[in-house]
């Protein structure tokens, strides 16, 4: 019954009221959406974790650190799931930095590793990117409605159409600049073209851990963020157009770079890079329903393909 009414597009608020306020600025609920992009990529990420927690144990049993390995996957995918249920925009970005605080760690796993240090420091560095595009737009909700509950947010949304933002003499609608704010900020996430270099080196972690990464966790986090965003979408015609040509361009770079590589790992890297692409364009012509039944497709198989290129390395 609970799979069928959310085949019928049924949507669950779980709401435990105001949590805290912050200096009489704004007040943070905590608030919980259950509907099919919650359900259906909180599943995802937990069947991948235990598959990928599985084939770790069996591919590194030999090491030393295995459990702190197991430790950093377990609190990684947890955060993940609690940012695709949560629906309050200061509880996401507590745990949009959670997970980038994780990923840096199983990055960096094997530390003592030059290479792994900068591929790490590369991963930190954009990360900070993508930190800072989300930020500006979280202030905007803040300063301008004092809450950050995005049930509010988003009935308050389709009011600022006919509003616009100057710097100077030039001038943009303030949904507009909203929406190319964000699609910056997944474009960082989803290693989109002028933001994809930072994923290829991503494969320094274990490779259970670049099953997730490259999967259903990190790369997801910026498709993620534009579908729950979608309302803006709706009236952000440039936010649309950024999507659309950002997508386009990865799907031509990562596919052109995976032909050039002779480290089979690096391979699949490009090949995520090349998928993310798809997705993202998909989300530019606002096709939702496709990009979320793609993303879970793409998921599952390239979960697998790493476990697979793990015993083939091994």
């Given at each position: 019954?609970?799979?069928l009414q959310l085949a019928n597009g049924?949507?669950?608020?779980?709401?435990?009221?105001?949590?805290?306020?912050?200096?009489?600025?704004?007040?943070?609920?905590?608030?919980?959406?259950?509907?099919?992009?919650?359900?259906?990529?909180?599943?995802?990420?937990?069947?991948?974790?235990?598959?990928?927690?599985?084939?770790?144990?069996?591919?590194?049993?030999?090491?030393?650190?295995?459990?702190?390995?197991?430790?950093?996957?377990?609190?990684?995918?947890?955060?993940?799931?609690?940012?695709?249920?949560?629906?309050?925009?200061?509880?996401?970005?507590?745990?949009?930095?959670?997970?980038?605080?994780?990923?840096?760690?199983?990055?960096?796993?094997?530390?003592?590793?030059l290479y792994t240090v900068k591929a790490a420091f590369k991963t930190f560095?954009?990360?900070?990117?993508?930190?800072?595009?989300?930020?500006?737009?979280?202030?905007?909700?803040?300063?301008?409605?004092?809450?950050?509950?995005?049930?509010?947010?988003?009935?308050?949304?389709?009011?600022?159409?006919?509003?616009?933002?100057?710097?100077?003499?030039?001038?943009?609608?303030?949904?507009?600049?909203?929406?190319?704010?964000?699609?910056?900020?997944?474009?960082?996430?989803?290693?989109?073209?002028?933001?994809?270099?930072?994923?290829?080196?991503?494969?320094?972690?274990?490779?259970?851990?670049?099953?997730?990464?490259?999967?259903?966790?990190?790369?997801?986090?910026?498709?993620?963020?534009?579908?729950?965003?979608?309302?803006?979408?709706?009236?952000?015609?440039?936010?649309?157009?950024?999507?659309?040509?950002?997508?386009?361009?990865?799907?031509?770079?990562?596919?052109?770079?995976?032909?050039?590589?002779?480290?089979?790992?690096?391979?699949?890297?490009?090949?995520?890079?090349?998928?993310?692409?798809?997705?993202?364009?998909?989300?530019?012509?606002?096709?939702?329903?496709?990009?979320?039944?793609?993303?879970?497709?793409?998921?599952?198989?390239?979960?697998?393909?790493?476990?697979?290129?793990?015993?083939?390395?091994?």
């Amino acid at each position: 019954m609970f799979f069928l009414q959310l085949a019928n597009g049924t949507v669950w608020f779980i709401d435990y009221g105001r949590i805290f306020f912050l200096f009489d600025l704004f007040d943070v609920n905590l608030v919980f959406c259950v509907d099919n992009l919650s359900v259906v990529t909180s599943a995802l990420v937990l069947c991948l974790t235990l598959c990928a927690q599985y084939f770790g144990v069996e591919y590194m049993y030999r090491e030393a650190f295995i459990l702190r390995l197991v430790y950093l996957l377990n609190f990684f995918a947890t955060s993940v799931v609690f940012l695709f249920f949560v629906y309050d925009f200061f509880l996401i970005l507590i745990v949009w930095e959670l997970i980038g605080l994780f990923s840096l760690l199983l990055v960096n796993f094997y530390s003592l590793r030059l290479y792994t240090v900068k591929a790490a420091f590369k991963t930190f560095i954009f990360s900070r990117f993508s930190d800072f595009f989300i930020f500006i737009v979280f202030f905007f909700f803040v300063l301008v409605w004092q809450s950050s509950d995005l049930g509010l947010l988003f009935t308050q949304i389709p009011f600022f159409l006919f509003y616009n933002i100057y710097v100077g003499p030039l001038g943009v609608n303030i949904l507009n600049f909203l929406g190319l704010l964000l699609a910056l900020s997944g474009a960082v996430k989803a290693a989109q073209f002028l933001f994809h270099v930072w994923l290829p080196d991503a494969m320094e972690a274990p490779t259970p851990a670049s099953a997730l990464i490259h999967s259903s966790t990190l790369v997801i986090m910026g498709i993620y963020l534009i579908i729950r965003f979608n309302v803006i979408y709706e009236f952000s015609y440039l936010g649309n157009l950024l999507l659309a040509v950002l997508g386009s361009f990865t799907v031509a770079i990562g596919a052109i770079s995976a032909t050039f590589q002779n480290d089979i790992k690096k391979l699949v890297a490009y090949s995520t890079v090349s998928q993310m692409g798809y997705l993202f364009c998909g989300c530019g012509f606002l096709a939702y329903k496709e990009v979320l039944f793609y993303l879970t497709i793409h998921a599952m198989n390239k979960a697998f393909l790493f476990i697979l290129v793990g015993y083939v390395v091994h």
